[in-house]
């Protein structure tokens, strides 16, 4: 009978020197093969485990999959909590129709979502509709904006969902607001540097954010979401000695100054892509050209393995061989099945 997979504890183990083993093991049909799974994973796991929610039960999986080491030892591992992500969603679809509708709720579309976040007036509508041309609401009273409105932004062969959302304050943060920013792929955070008042919006959007556990000033936590700060209207008189003053107080804090009217939006563009941490793979055909049109989105650092499992649950099973073109030392060239893709990778599985 074939022996089933699962993981098992190396404490206690023995090198033939009497030396302990401190790593954890996946034992699968009889041999001990190492997972080497990182802190960040462990610290994932842990997250889980205190998870009450749906929503906080798949943020920590995905958390977990996306730090996991991808190599042989850890198929198993890997294809034990998508399972689990998938039930997950299913539960979630369940309750939503039983719970009713949820206006804070925004499905992701595109490669990526990233959720603008900000006091009132900083200028999110406005930068939402620049880069997206959606007709969001402009005004220059605060509160314009009550409910999330998305947009589509076009970056070379995909499209990024951004998000704008109701304005929040020291004392008043809309009921639900704060979901939508964990669920996010990234965080958009938004000042206006033209503003006296923009030092207090940056306190109180880095505090906000920081003591909920939405984003990590240090980069330490591998739960956080990565987030980049926008100050907005630098093309405004006080701007840049207002931009000079928040980098002097918050060192921390890296600021990035753009302008609507007078900025490069393509540098936005991809500065918004890389903060996503994704990769685009095309895939081929044998004997047929590549597909470029549609590329497969993965978390950087998937692997040829990760890239079957997108395309069908079964593929890693029936998987043969595969070539790269692109990353890999000369076209065509025949890889392993942990083999590391990177961004415009043309890649053809043989099943």
């Known amino acids: ?25 996946l034992f699968r049909e009889g041999d001990l093969m190492p997972a080497n799974l990182t802190p960040q994973y462990y610290a994932a796991e842990e997250k ?26 850890t198929e198993k591992l890997q294809a034990d909590i998508k399972k689990r992500l998938s039930q997950l969603r299913e ?38 509709a620049a880069l997206t041309r959606a007709k969001v609401k ?55 540097l033209g503003a006296g008042e923009c030092l207090d919006q940056l306190e109180t959007a880095v505090t906000l954010l920081s003591e ?10 591998p739960v956080a979401v990565p987030f980049l700060v926008l100050g907005l209207k630098s093309d405004l008189p006080d701007a840049a000695s207002n931009l000079k003053i928040m980098r002097e107080l918050y060192p921390e804090v890296d600021i ?13 563009r991809r500065m918004i892509f890389e903060l996503l941490d994704v990769i685009r793979v095309y895939g081929k055909s044998p004997g047929k050209p590549a597909e470029m049109e549609r590329p497969f989105i993965l978390k950087r650092g998937s692997t040829v393995v990760d890239l079957a499992y ?18 890999s030392r000369f076209d065509g ?13 043309i890649v053809e599985l043989v099943v």
């Open 333 to 345: 060239q025949a890889v392993s099945r942990d083999y590391v893709l990177h961004d415009k990778d």
């Open 91 to 128: 539960e979630g679809q369940k309750k939503k129709q039983k719970g009713g509708f949820n206006p804070f709720h925004v499905e992701k579309q595109g490669a990526g979502q990233a959720v603008l976040a900000g006091c009132p007036n900083t200028g999110k509508s406005a930068l939402v």
């Open 256 to 268: 990035t100054p753009f302008s609507a009217q007078e900025g490069n939006p393509d540098r936005l």
């Open 310 to 327: 997108q395309i069908h649950r079964d593929f890693p099973n029936k998987l043969k061989s595969s070539l790269v073109w692109g990353s």
């Open 1 to 25: 009978m074939k022996q089933k997979s699962r993981c098992v504890s190396a404490e206690g183990i023995s090198t033939a020197k009497g030396e302990k083993v401190c790593k954890e093991y």
């Open 138 to 192: 402009v005004a220059d009273f605060p509160f314009t904006t009550t409910l999330p409105a998305t947009g589509m932004m076009p970056y070379e062969d995909i499209l990024v969902q951004l998000v704008d959302t109701p304005p929040f304050t020291k004392d008043v943060v809309p009921p639900g607001l704060t979901g939508t920013f964990r669920n996010a792929d990234a965080l958009l955070i938004v000042i206006d």
């Open 48 to 73: 889980y485990r205190r998870a009450r929610t749906v929503e906080e039960k798949t943020e920590a999986l995905q958390e977990m999959l996306s730090v996991m080491p991808k190599h042989k030892g």
């Open 212 to 221: 909920r556990g939405i984003v990590d000033l240090s980069g330490e936590s």
